[in-house]
Structures are given as structure tokens and as C-alpha cells.
């Protein structure tokens, strides 16, 4: 059964490259950008959707839970695929009018990276971010796929980086843009709680532990 859902069908926006300083993207430099966020329902997922949306990319989401799919939707995405109900790649497509995105962003690995690249545009881009799932990593089968691998701390050596990536978050914040997504706050007293929680894999954004 199809499930995947938009909040509206529009064509990818332009401009996916000017992030550093928080700028609208140039609507005359002729780059589409639609992106495709993995686990998407988290704290990290649901940052990428606000980024994209300050720079005019289209954000699909995906999730493993058909139940978090109005919650990403409410987020900022422009469609939300659930995995246990749908063909990432199929509906990507189907979004996409055939295309593929132009971008992956994947922070789970593990050995659907093969089909998750089939997702992508030809001439595309997967950039990982994270490895939740710590299986082996099956090789990308699209053949034209770029590949990035991004360790955020080796940039933030670099001076210039830092004071790039500084600006374009205080411009977001600032704007209203980009928003810390808390899904629930616990006391220390209830920390085995908490864990719990977090395990259960259904939170819609980061949990927050209060030490004092």
C-alpha cells in the first residue's frame, strides 16, 4: 500500500550550494535541490528539514514509522516516506517525476545503502552523517552516485569553517527558521526512564535530561 505523503506536489527549488551565510538561494543559478533526509523523525533529521527549507531545497523525509508522518509534515518536509509500508526509492521517484533528488542525506548506513542510492538522481550526491545501523554497509548501486563522508569535528579544526557554519545557524535562528525540536524533557531522577524512551525508537526530536 502507497504511503508516502506531501504537503504539497511542487517542483525542486534552486540554489542548494549557498549555505554559509544564511542567504536566500539564488533563484538564477540553475542548481535543483531536492533532498532526501534519513531518519528523519529525530533531533538531527528534523534540523536538516529546517536547513533545507532556509535554502530552498525541497526536503523528503524518511521514516521507519507510518505514525510519525503527519509530525514531519507538520516539521517542514515536503513529503514524508514511511519504510514500513513503502519503497524508498519507488516513491522518491514518484515525487520526484522520475528524477531522483539531488542530494541523500543518511544517517543510518547499514546494508540498505545499495537501494537507498537508487533514490538518487544520476550525477547525485549522498552525503552520510551518522551510522545507526552498525551492520555492514552494502556498496551504492547507483554507479554515478558521489559519495561524502562528513565527520563534523575535522571541520571544526578549521577557523573559517566554524565562523561560516556559525552565521548561517545564528541566521536561522534569528529568522525563525531553524527551531530545537524537544520531544520530551526528564528529570535525572527518571534517567532509566528516559532510556527507555529513547530505545523504544518513537521519539519526534531530541530528549532532554535535566540535571538540576
Request: contains cysteine.
Amino acid at each position: 500500500m502507497r504511503s508516502i505523503r506531501c504537503r504539497q506536489h511542487r517542483r525542486p527549488a534552486v540554489g542548494l550550494a549557498r549555505l554559509e551565510d544564511g542567504s536566500p538561494p539564488d533563484q538564477g543559478s540553475g542548481d535543483r535541490a531536492a533532498t532526501r533526509n534519513t531518519a528523519a523523525s529525530g533531533g538531527v533529521g528534523r534540523a536538516a528539514i529546517q536547513i533545507a527549507n532556509q535554502i530552498g531545497a525541497v526536503p523528503i523525509a524518511v521514516t521507519r514509522h507510518t505514525a510519525k508522518q503527519e509530525s514531519l509534515l507538520a516539521a517542514g518536509a515536503a513529503a514524508v516516506i514511511a519504510t514500513d509500508r513503502e519503497d524508498v526509492a519507488e516513491s522518491t521517484r514518484l515525487y520526484t517525476d522520475g528524477n531522483g533528488v539531488d542530494i541523500i542525506l543518511d544517517a543510518v548506513m547499514g546494508p540498505g545503502l545499495a537501494d537507498l542510492s537508487l533514490a538518487a538522481k544520476l550525477g547525485g550526491t549522498r552525503a552520510t552523517v551518522g551510522w545507526l545501523d552498525p551492520r555492514a554497509a552494502s556498496f551504492p548501486a547507483n554507479p554515478s552516485l558521489t559519495v561524502h563522508r562528513y565527520l563534523a569535528f575535522a571541520d571544526m579544526t578549521d577557523p573559517e569553517i566554524v565562523r561560516r557554519v556559525a552565521a548561517f545557524l545564528a541566521a536561522g535562528v534569528r529568522t525563525g527558521v531553524l527551531r530545537p525540536a524537544v520531544d520530551r524533557v526528564f528529570g535525572l531522577d527518571d534517567i532509566i526512564e528516559a532510556h527507555r524512551y529513547l530505545e523504544a525508537g518513537m521519539s519526534e526530536g531530541k530528549i532532554v535530561v535535566k540535571i538540576h
